[in-house]
């Protein structure tokens, strides 16, 4: 009796209904990814440059390998942003 069952059933989602009760029970109404967006963990550290979480203390980024130490102009000596390419108070290219 299975047998025809499964066979006469039709396109009603396996006899569960004619308005698609099947959908209920699986994935379709949930959206992409993992259904909720995830906060980053707060000890990371965002690249200035692609926006990977890297672990502090990280050198490099490690999805674009940019730089992630700030380092000093070396002409007025101001704290530069590692993804500055000059500094901001001088304007002297970083070095």
Known sequence: MGFFNKLFSG???GGRGHHGG???DSDHNR???NGYNTP???NLVACASCGCAN???ARFCQQCGTSMVATQCTKCSTV???SAR???SCGQARG
Do not use: K
Request: charged share 10%; with cysteine.
């Open 80 to 82: 530069i942003a590692p």
């Open 22 to 24: 099947h959908y209920r």
């Open 31 to 33: 959206s992409y990814g």
């Open 40 to 42: 980053r963990p707060a």
């Open 55 to 57: 672990q502090p203390g």
């Open 86 to 88: 000059f500094c901001g």
């Open 11 to 13: 396109h009603h989602g």
